[in-house]
């Protein structure tokens, strides 16, 4: 059965551009551009995911989310503008599983709904997975463990293996390292590597990125003959998980 899908969007554009790109993926999408209306639809029916904007008329997207409350089962990715630092903290603590900053490309988005869809799944297809082999995962995850192909990064000891073979990374490297493990199978763009490993606030070029990148795939693509941080042309960098 295809995941339902609720798009909170009062730009109409926007709205229509995700529609039509949902629907070709094969989701069933429903849309709704005032905040006030959507707490209503969202509470009336079971939605597989919402896609909430934050800035809309009615009622705010964070406003939405806090009256929809922690218990709500479906997943929530918030739309928010680019230097919204607060809304997108105020949303991952209202509950919200992830964020997308606009203007994004739709590959992210798509990938970030896949993402979503998979961990938190809602009613009866959540039952079908396999929830033993998501155990060990979760545990690792917990732990502050990640893992690709025989790499493997412990964020407590602050420590990366390939292998049981030690590697040093400086702390940006590290940090790269980290959130690219952390969002396998998510096409990452500059902008977004930048803000999540040089914070917010840097100010500089995004190239400084690729700069990362080159130094990440010295110690280890080329270490170990592996290829693990792919480039996805006119996107950003994806590293694939491995099944
Ligand atoms: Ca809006």
């Not at 903290?89 to 203007?103: E, F, H, M, N, R």
Request: charged share 30%.
């Amino acid at each position: 059965m295809a995941a339902h899908i609720l798009i909170v969007e009062d730009e109409e554009k926007i709205a229509r551009f995700v529609e039509l790109e949902l629907l070709h993926e094969g989701y069933e999408v429903d849309k709704c551009g005032d905040g006030r209306e959507a707490l209503e639809i969202a509470t009336a029916n079971t939605y597989d995911l919402i896609l909430l904007d934050i800035m809309l008329p009615g009622l705010n997207g964070l406003e939405v989310l806090r009256r929809l409350g922690h218990d709500h089962p479906t997943p929530v990715i918030l739309l928010t503008a680019r230097d919204a630092v607060m809304d997108k903290v105020s949303g991952l603590d209202a509950g919200a599983v992830d964020y997308i900053t606009k203007p994004f490309a739709i590959e992210e988005l798509l990938a970030r709904v896949r993402v979503a869809l998979k961990l938190h799944p809602v009613g009866p297809a959540a039952a079908e997975g396999d929830s033993t082999r998501a155990a060990a995962p979760a545990d690792d995850k917990a732990n502050g463990i990640h893992r690709w192909n025989k790499l493997l990064l412990d964020e407590k000891k602050h420590r990366v293996t390939f292998d049981c073979k030690e590697i040093t990374l400086t702390n940006r490297e590290f940090e790269m390292l980290r959130v690219f493990l952390t969002n396998q199978d998510i096409v990452l763009s500059r902008d977004t590597l930048l803000e999540k490993v040089c914070g917010y606030d840097y100010v500089g070029e995004t190239n400084v990125v690729d700069v990362y990148v080159r130094f990440l795939r010295s110690k280890i693509d080329e270490a170990f003959d592996v290829k693990m941080i792919e480039t996805v042309r006119g996107v950003g960098y994806v590293i694939k998980s491995e099944h």
